[in-house]
């Protein structure tokens, strides 16, 4: 795992997304694992800004969001896909038909998830899964004592992750979906690469106990410490209980793969 340590939360998302922007340049058809929630919201502009400017071609890639909330509808405003489609996917040159995002209505939502996994499968798996960190600790919705192996499949929200997400549902705890599918933690470990963001000193507690604590399943997130190629790109907020930064500053400084990264803020415009 590599830790990257940026000034501001803008800093932090726009490294994200350049990240993205070169694995899509390397591999056109690259399968790309979204995620949603109020952090990725920058990341998105910024993709969208660097096609603008870049001339970034989405045109052959697929992606795989994490998760869905039950009983939500593709069209209502709440539902992933809405915020996909809002905040991105009709914002680049994508083909919506190489988008998918669970049926949080389908009639059989176990069939669902198993096609979901094959579809995934069938797509040669994820190269590149985006993600972010509840405060519950959970990956997608991957709540406290997911299986570290376990596949799409439902799931019930903590009151923790309920709360968290009442802003989108207009402040209403209650209003918040009690159940979601989502890709589970053995799904997320199978992408080839993870890339993890976490902004805001609400994350930094979660955030430590997932990079630096020990494996477990109560925090979904920290099963990322098994995976091989796993980076995780934090704000100084995010990341004021890091107790190891002083080697990840000197990672990002002065490991050459990070060298086209390090000086984003002057080379690329704001959304
Ligand atoms: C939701 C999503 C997660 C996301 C989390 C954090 O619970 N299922 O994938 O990481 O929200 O959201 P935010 O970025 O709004 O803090």
């Known amino acids: 795992m590599e830790v990257i340590i940026r000034p501001s939360a803008e800093q932090a998302a726009e490294l994200v997304a350049w990240l993205i922007a070169a694995r899509l340049r390397s591999k056109p058809d690259l399968v790309l694992g ?10 998105y502009d910024y993709l969208i800004s660097i096609q603008r400017s870049e001339g970034l071609d989405f045109s052959h890639c697929r992606t795989f969001n994490l998760d869905e909330y039950i009983g939500v509808p593709a069209e209502d405003e709440h539902s992933y896909r809405y915020y996909m489609n809002h905040h991105l996917f009709r914002r680049i040159n994508i083909d919506l038909a190489n988008t998918y995002v669970p049926d949080g209505v389908a009639a059989d939502l176990r069939a669902e998830a198993a096609n979901y996994e094959h579809l995934i499968r069938e797509a040669g798996g ?17 709540e406290p004592l997911s299986a570290l192996m376990s596949r799409t499949r439902e799931k019930a929200l903590t009151p923790v992750t309920r709360e968290r997400n009442a802003a989108m549902f207009g402040g209403d705890p209650d209003k918040v979906p009690k159940r979601a599918l989502t890709m589970g933690v053995g799904t997320i470990l199978d992408s080839h690469e993870l890339l993890l963001l976490a902004t805001g000193g609400a994350k930094a507690s979660i955030l430590a106990k997932a990079v630096e604590g020990p494996i477990t399943a109560m925090i979904s997130a920290s099963a990322m410490q098994l995976h091989a190629n796993c980076k995780v790109i934090v704000d100084e907020e995010a990341a004021r209980e890091l107790k190891g930064r002083d080697y990840y500053d000197w990672i990002f400084h002065n490991e050459p793969e990070w060298r086209e990264f390090r000086d984003l803020a ?6």
Do not use: C, K, Y
Request: glycine share 16%; aromatic share 4%; net charge negative.
């Open 266 to 271: 002057s080379a690329s415009p704001s959304p």
């Open 126 to 142: 994820i190269d590149l899964q985006l993600l972010g960190i509840g405060e519950a600790g959970h990956i997608g919705f991957n």
């Open 34 to 43: 979204l995620a949603t929630g109020r952090t990725m919201e920058s990341v």
